[in-house]
């Protein structure tokens, strides 16, 4: 693994796209963790509209309610989560604390389908607060191991999925709020997760040397396969599914210098990558990806670039020009207010060192303030 010489500060960072429908329009929502604000884009243009939404301190994730009026972010360095009103773009106080603040760390959300509870991983205390949404109050704190990294929930709203830095796969019972079974232990890192329409399998990339996906069955709550990317170059970070569940998008962070970040399609009926890789350009860091309610298009956050590009999903290529953001988005949902579909997905952590060297090339730097803000996999504590 290269290293690339920095200057400066490096933290945690992660940043969130949704995409939801008001008044019959569609825009994503980008959370911006370099300047505190949350970028709207109109995805029928495909041009960010609007001033940007100044939302808590240091936003790493963001996920909406299944009628897509409301978007949650989540603010790592003030330990709180915002409300966006996405009828109006505006913040609709108060915000709810939800612990004690986290300088460098990253954060998962996730709502139920009914849309009464979030989820909210929390890695500086190995928890998951649950909020209830009416009153703007944690319910309570559910241990699930060290440093929860993301969240899926599954269709029906019985389990929510947490991947953790202990390599594995916690299973929450939402009726009790309590970890349900032993969890899931893969043979690698566990990062991002993504749950199939209906809610048979879950998909989880693995950052480890792997360079893995590994497929578990929702059913029996076991390892059923992993899918080898081939890529010696590449390490998986993000993934999402299709509507109809036929494919998976992968998301992968370059490991030699110079050489492109890219996605990846996986055939779910056979468990194959489908060749070739999208390439999304060197240094881009596609670290999360979301796919759209019709599954036409996926939206890819490029957090090395400071964009949002778009894949048609007939061709699988990259369609138009990258649409420019704020600095560093990471995490992406994606929500329509006829369809309630969700995904939500993990940031990306950096490491904190002054001026010294750091690895994952390829996953390109945010310059802030001074500071330099490098997208990479989350690892063990």
């Known amino acids: 693994m290269n290293a690339q010489t920095v200057v400066g500060v ?28 949350v970028s709207v884009i109109d995805v029928e243009r495909n041009t960010a509209v609007g001033p940007p939404i100044a939302v808590g301190q240091r936003p790493v994730a963001i996920a909406v309610a299944p009628n897509g009026t409301r978007a949650y972010v989540v603010n790592a360095s003030d330990a709180s989560v915002s409300v966006i009103d996405t009828t109006t773009n505006t913040v609709t106080p108060p915000p709810t604390s939800v612990g004690r603040p986290n300088l460098y760390g990253s954060g998962a959300i996730a709502v139920t389908p009914d849309g009464a509870h979030v989820y909210v991983a929390l ?21 699930v191991g060290r440093l929860p990294r993301a969240i899926a929930m599954n269709p029906d709203g019985r389990h929510a999925y947490v991947t953790t830095g202990e390599g594995t ?7 009790s709020n309590s970890v349900s079974s032993p969890p899931i232990q893969i043979n690698g890192a566990a990062e991002a997760i993504a749950v199939t329409p209906d809610g048979r399998r879950l998909y989880v990339t693995d950052d480890s040397d792997n360079q893995t996906v590994w497929v578990i069955d929702a059913l029996t709550d076991a390892v059923a396969g992993a899918v080898g990317t081939g890529r010696f170059d590449l390490t998986p970070v993000s993934v999402a599914i299709t509507p109809n569940g036929a494919h998976a998008y992968v998301g992968y962070l370059a490991e030699v210098e110079g050489y492109p970040d890219a996605v990846q ?48 999903t007939t061709t ?33 952590e950096l490491t904190r060192e002054r001026n010294g060297r750091i690895g994952t ?4 730097i945010v310059l802030l303030l001074g500071l330099v803000w490098r997208c990479r996999p989350k690892r063990n504590r």
């Open 123 to 143: 890695d500086n205390t190995d928890n998951i607060a649950v909020i209830d949404v009416a009153t703007h109050t944690v319910l309570t704190l559910i241990p």
């Open 169 to 175: 796969v916690a299973i929450i019972d939402t009726a």
């Open 361 to 364: 090339a390829g996953s390109g």
């Open 10 to 37: 490096l933290a945690a960072v992660s940043v969130g796209i949704l995409a939801s429908t008001a008044e019959g329009r569609s825009n994503a929502y980008v959370v911006n963790a370099g300047d505190d604000t």
């Open 265 to 312: 399609v996986m055939d779910t009926a056979v468990s194959a990558f489908i060749e070739p890789a999208i390439h999304v350009g060197v240094g881009t860091g596609p670290s999360a990806i979301a796919i759209a309610p019709d599954g036409k298009r996926v939206y890819v956050a490029d957090n090395g670039s400071d964009s949002v590009a778009v894949i048609d």
């Open 316 to 348: 699988n290529a990259v369609v138009g020009k990258p649409i420019i953001v704020g600095h560093g988005p990471f995490a992406i949902a994606i929500a329509s207010t006829t369809t309630g579909q969700q995904s939500e997905s993990s940031g990306c």
